[in-house]
């Protein structure tokens, strides 16, 4: 949200607002400032859409192409069901973006072997995935879906797999000449391309937590993935299909377990395939009371842990939602005005707006950090010569050091009567 008001003033990603956000979630962020503005109803409300919207789209795919031996929307039920697990599925992340464009993408590979070699459609599925990582990043590692699907339907492997990789660098490509021609390709490079890449996993959640929360969507998946074991002989599409829900459940697990944040909404990844083999467990031979059966439970259960709060039974449940939700907004002299935050401490931004680069305080330190070095000393003078915050939280004790080394800049700062808080005075 923080983004996309600061997009929507004017300034540029990179260049004049230092986050890793991808660039068309950027984009995306920008668009809601501008309709709804501070609007949590708004965000809520399109990541709602965008979870329906991907169930219909993932269902209406497998009958499109035949996926069973019969239509069936049982996936797309599971899908929203298991979807509504926890409001984290809620949430309009860069993560939900890029799943609805990987989804988009899967046409594109598996139909090959039906409909012949085209390369427009090889060159769309790419360019879908390259979208997918223009929203999370990391979601460029489904391109290993691109590849298996190529290597099960695609007449010629090698040069069907460059097409599709050409696909997924265009946009890219389109996008690294804006920013080049911008003189922003290096924070580009630096932001968005090379940081995902940290490998320093870490739980949002406490990982105790996390199991609890998906212990319900694990147990679907495992008798789902048993059932499957147990089909009798198919069609070869179906097969090779199911080949590539595989790899896809593959690659979905290692996108989470890479992450620098692991929690509930990371598993987001899991919802497609988790649809696809619950139709073979859903849809079987067994009795099917038994089968309504354990399908209810699950839809109790999902509305148990949902609704545990409005229910009351969350203590006993010993689930811990406060590294999620921010705590009430700090006290300031005045609100409404402009903050700058040298922490990590968001809050003050809930009544107040950011100015300056410097919202994510992990990437602000490429300067703060270094203020024994002139070059980091000369871009943070820059970055506050075109606007100055009306008020300085310094949660790390730096202003000191800053009002020494940038008098023009922070000299003109004094402290308030809330410790840690200062004030412009010119």
Known sequence: MLVGERLAEGF?????????????SAFVFWVLDVVAGRSFLVYRLAALALLLLQALLLNAIFNRHNVYASKSYIPALVYLVIGSLSFEFNMLTPLLLGNTFVLLSLPYVVTLSKEGFDNN????????LGLAAMCFLPLALFLLIGAFGVFFFASNTFRSFLLMLCGFIFPYAVLMTY????????????????????LQVDFL???ADVAKLM??????????????????????FQVKFQQVMWVWLF??????????????ATFVLVLPPLAYFSEFFFNSNRKKWLLNLVFFIVLGGVLVLRYRLVLGINPYLSLEESPLLLPEAPEMPVEQTTVLVLGKDTRYYIQNRPVTPYINWELAQRHFKRLNEY??????????????PAFIVDEVGLMPELSYKIPAVFGDYTPTDVQGVYQLTD
Do not use: C, K
């Open 12 to 24: 540029a990603m990179y260049r004049d607002v230092y986050d890793n956000t991808a660039p068309l």
């Open 121 to 128: 459609r090889l060159f769309v599925g790419g360019f879908m």
């Open 179 to 198: 920013y080049f021609y911008t003189n922003t390709g290096q924070e580009f490079i630096e932001l968005h391309l090379l940081r995902p890449w940290q």
């Open 205 to 207: 959640r406490p990982p």
């Open 215 to 236: 212990a319900i969507p694990a147990l679907v998946l495992l008798i789902s993935l048993l059932s499957t074991a147990s089909l009798p002989q198919r069609l070869v």
């Open 251 to 264: 690659v979905s697990f290692l996108v989470i377990f890479t992450r620098d944040e692991i929690t509930v």
């Open 375 to 388: 070059d980091a000393v000369f871009r943070i003078s820059q970055n506050f010569s075109g606007e100055r």
